[in-house]
């Protein structure tokens, strides 16, 4: 168990550009959640999958946000037009559906930071 | 508007004293769980609660599940600079949902 893993570790992009995050999950796990974290508060649900099913999207998660799960393993998650505001850190949490409680398992995440 | 509001949101304590930290929603919840998160990294699992009323014993660390299971409260006992952290509260609304909703946070320091 390699536990859940995250790259880029840090970003740092100028505003209007895209940037493209990606997460390894646990490798058994088959749910797969994104959240959005801002300094000294606590992280922010934007959306999940259950293998390569996108389930629930939060209304934090506008236009400029994607995030796709191909095959049911890694996922990435994309912010088009970066804009200053989207300046957090980008957590990814796995889980295995059927284990009793549903426990997530977070990454390090990736901080953003758009100048 | 918080659905899960953590009291105090900053706490600078000195090692060897005791804290409670209290994790409250006007909502019931299926299950909660407790979270230790360092700067620059991920949050960690301390704890789940399922049942209302319990209580969780991980060393110096208390953890109390409210009767109603609206609310939950983190006890750390002679505290230690280890500690030090950002401790945050966890749950879910339905256990159908994959949707973990999490408090702002209590930011602990314990100074040695």
């Known amino acids: 168990d390699t536990g859940v893993s995250q790259n880029p570790r840090h970003k740092i992009t100028k505003r209007g550009q895209n940037v493209t995050f990606r997460c390894d999950p646990i490798s058994e796990h088959n749910r797969l959640y994104w959240y959005r974290q801002t300094l000294g508060q606590g992280p922010e649900f934007l959306t999940y999958f259950q293998n390569e099913a996108q389930l629930e999207k939060s209304r934090l998660l506008s236009d400029r946000f994607s995030a796709e799960r191909p095959k049911g393993s890694f996922s990435t998650l994309e912010i088009q037009r970066t804009e200053q505001g989207d300046s957090a850190m980008y957590l990814c949490?796995?889980?295995?559906?059927?284990?009793?409680?549903?426990?997530?398992?977070f990454g390090p995440g990736t901080r953003l930071t758009v100048l | 508007t918080q659905l899960l509001e953590q009291s105090p949101q900053f706490l600078s304590i000195q090692e060897g004293e005791n804290l409670t930290v209290y994790c409250n929603s006007s909502?019931?919840?299926?299950?909660l769980q407790w979270y230790r998160q360092e700067p620059g990294e991920g949050p960690v699992l301390l704890v789940t609660?399922?049942?209302?009323?319990e209580v969780k014993k991980l060393k110096r660390l208390t953890f109390q599940f409210g009767d109603a299971r609206k609310d939950s409260s983190l006890h750390i006992t002679a505290a230690q600079p280890g500690d030090t952290g950002l401790y945050l509260c966890a749950g879910w609304i339905s256990s159908n949902t994959g949707k973990l909703i999490f408090g702002q946070g209590t930011t602990l320091q314990v100074k040695p």
């Open positions: 609660v399922v049942t209302g009323g």
């Open positions: 909502s019931v919840f299926s299950s």
């Open positions: 949490a796995s889980s295995l559906v059927g284990r009793q409680p549903n426990e997530q398992f």
